[in-house]
T-cell receptor, first 110, second 116 residues
Framework: GEDVEQSLFLSVREGDSSVINCTYT??????LYWYKQEPGAGLQLLTY?????DMKQDQRLTVLLNKKDKHLSLRIADTQTGDSAIYFC??????????FGAGTRLAVHP | DAGVTQSPTHLIKTRGQHVTLRCSPI?????VSWYQQVLGQGPQFIFQ???????GRGNFPDRFSARQFPNYSSELNVNALLLGDSALYLC???????????????FGAGSRLTVL
């Protein structure tokens, strides 16, 4: 079945790295995504990775994909207070929709 | 360029009423998708429309319906509202129908519906 799981909460100190983890179930997913949602806002695409890759780096963001274990992670380097938000992992669910996890709330404190 | 725009941003309805939510996609995008996000959960797929045709439907009752117009804008309609329909309704547009890395979904800010 289709299911994406994430830990619900992560607290980090400003300047540290944050690592948000996600597991998915559909081994046929071709793309995996990370979206960010700030309070009262819609979803902002952060990055995505093709399933034949195991790593993708984009400035402060690093995505790691372990396809064997169906595990995806998002690392944010030098985490800032502006990174405080809810982060959603998503997999392609068929050709025309995304399956989202419940989201990980990231809290950044001084 | 304007992003995905949705209206209204907030609305309050009572049980049994009907609601219509509207979405304008990014210029040039022909696909519109609707998602429901209940508080504390991730978005759930409701519909996808491409070139005015329904291309996908999630696990939602027939009280939910949608359509896409010739200018690619879209409406989501919900009849006989229930308390459980209270949620943020997100619209997303993309250039084509297939969900892939090159065809990413761009989301609007959503319409927050409260059913009393």
């Amino acid at each position: 079945g289709e299911d994406v799981e994430q830990s619900l909460f992560l607290s980090v100190r400003e300047g540290d790295s944050s690592v948000i983890n996600c597991t998915y179930t559909d081994s046929s997913s071709t793309y995996l995504y990370w979206y960010k949602q700030e309070p009262g806002a819609g979803l902002q695409l952060l990055t995505y990775i093709f399933s034949n890759m195991d790593m993708k780096q984009d400035q402060r963001l690093t995505v790691l994909l372990n396809k064997k274990d169906k595990h995806l992670s998002l690392r944010i380097a030098d985490t800032q207070t502006g990174d405080s938000a809810i982060y959603f992992c998503a997999e392609t669910g068929g050709y025309n929709k995304l399956i989202f996890g419940a989201g990980t709330r990231l809290a950044v404190h001084p | 360029d304007a992003g995905v725009t949705q209206s209204p941003t907030h609305l309050i309805k009572t049980r049994g009423q009907h609601v219509t939510l509207r979405c304008s996609p990014i210029s040039g995008h022909k696909s519109v998708s609707w998602y429901q996000q209940v508080l504390g959960q991730g978005p759930q797929f409701i519909f996808q429309y491409y070139e005015k045709e329904e291309r996908g439907r999630g696990n939602f009752p027939d009280r939910f319906s949608a359509r896409q117009f010739p200018n690619y804008s879209s409406e989501l309609n919900v009849n006989a509202l229930l308390l459980g329909d209270s949620a943020l309704y997100l619209c997303a547009s993309s250039p084509s129908a297939t969900t892939s890395g090159a065809n990413v979904l761009t989301f609007g800010a959503g319409s927050r519906l409260t059913v009393l």
